[in-house]
């Protein structure tokens, strides 16, 4: 473009800001070359049906009940809308409830299934120490047999 045609040919030519900066594929350091790991999973794990279907049930009611109650506020708060507001809050409230429950009842009865295999953990531990106990009180007797 010639200068007879520019809008402002007094203008001084404008540098370039990048030039200060210098060359960065020389100037960087080299970062090594790191061995990514594969997308596929290395083990495939089968998760219980119950508790998967007990995850995706608690996932769901909460985010309705998230969705319920924020958009009830907002509704209430800044259009005024008592009824469907109200209502919106109500849903979201009830399940929130839900959820918990939900949640409550598959701990119980997961608690339950823990316990069971726990007990005959704790059976045998018992046992044990009752045996340890004996034991010691032999050793307790022999020894005072020892002082006469």
Do not use: C, H
Request: proline letters at 5%; glycine letters at 6%; a negative charge.
């Amino acid at each position: 473009m010639s200068r007879e045609f520019d809008d402002w040919p007094d203008e001084p030519d404008e540098e370039n800001p990048e030039d200060r900066w210098g060359d960065p594929e020389r100037d960087l350091v080299n970062v090594p070359a790191v061995e990514l790991p594969s997308s596929e999973p290395t083990e495939v794990t089968d998760v219980d049906e119950e508790l998967q279907r007990a995850f995706w049930a608690t996932v769901v009611l909460v985010n309705v009940a998230v969705a319920g109650i924020s958009l009830g506020a907002m509704l209430l708060y800044f259009r005024g809308q008592l009824l469907v507001g109200g209502g919106a809050m109500l849903v979201g409230a009830l399940a929130f409830a839900r959820a918990y429950y939900f949640y409550r009842e598959f701990q119980k009865s997961n608690d339950g299934d823990s316990a069971d295999e726990d007990g005959d953990r704790n059976d045998d531990s018992d046992d044990a120490d009752s045996n340890d106990d004996s034991d010691d009180a032999d050793s307790n007797d022999d020894s005072d047999e020892d002082d006469d």
